[in-house]
């Protein structure tokens, strides 16, 4: 009988047991101003969870909501020329 065990590595290998690609990275990076922008507003929106929102945490939102608007627009307008690989579309 042939012993297949090291073929079968490749095989079985799990993608999710890897370390981010350089391109990860990089995409990561590209989109972390959006992403701490959204986060802001989450945490902005989790503070009046527990109480009805006076005039200063709508404000709160309201700037937040607008950062994260604006670092979408940013992220759209960096990113309109650059060709990503590995997508569908």
Not at 15 to 24: G, I, N
Not at 31 to 37: G, K, M, R, T, V
């Amino acid at each position: 009988m042939k012993h297949i065990g090291a073929a079968q590595v490749v095989v079985t290998t799990n993608v999710f047991d890897r370390e981010p690609t350089l391109a990860e990275l990089d995409a990561i990076e590209l989109e972390s101003p959006l992403i701490l922008a959204e986060v802001d507003l989450l945490d902005a929106q989790i503070m009046t969870l527990d109480r009805p929102a006076n005039e200063v945490d709508a404000r709160r939102i309201r700037r937040a909501r607008s950062r994260v608007l604006a670092a979408r627009r940013d992220l759209v307008n960096r990113t309109a020329g650059v060709v990503l690989s590995g997508g569908a579309a």
